[in-house]
């Protein structure tokens, strides 16, 4: 396979604009039940690995402020368990992040040695590709999707 991490950061009058990609494409992913017998794919199909995920990043940071989007992304894959053989969509979901270090604005008291970050994943709740032909139930493929949809943290820490 491949692995590809591209990160760039510009200062400018507004503040750093930080951009990244984190790409991992696999070629192949084979086993081979006895070491005589002929190797089967282990890509592509449901409850496998997919040969292409991509993480892409834009943020801004000045000061004690900074905030990244993240946009995620999983090719689509075959799916041999309907009827004719179909295909599972490709998905794609949105991160935020907003972050605040006290620390960052040069003086005493309660905020230096504070950060806050409030971070959204999956934020427009996009719903993982439907997988009719689950055998539990579950009508996800859990090896490359959430069922969870948009999920909210808050993380507040102190430092003295």
Known sequence: GL???????FETDIGNLIFGLNLTYTFEH??????????????????KPVDTRARA???????AFSTFIFVNYVDDYANPFSDPP???DSWTTVDLTLRFDGSQLGRGGFLNGLRATLSIQNLFD????????SLIGVR???ANASPFG??????????W
């Open 57 to 63: 990043q834009a943020g801004w940071r000045r000061g």
């Open 3 to 9: 692995d590809l991490r591209i990160d760039t950061d």
């Open 140 to 142: 996800y493929d859990s």
């Open 30 to 47: 084979e086993r081979r039940v006895t070491p005589v017998s002929p190797p089967f794919s282990l890509l592509n199909e449901v409850g």
């Open 126 to 133: 996009s719903d993982p590709p439907v997988f009719r032909d």
């Open 86 to 88: 179909s295909r599972i």
């Open 150 to 159: 948009r999920y909210i943290s808050l993380r507040l820490t102190k430092r």
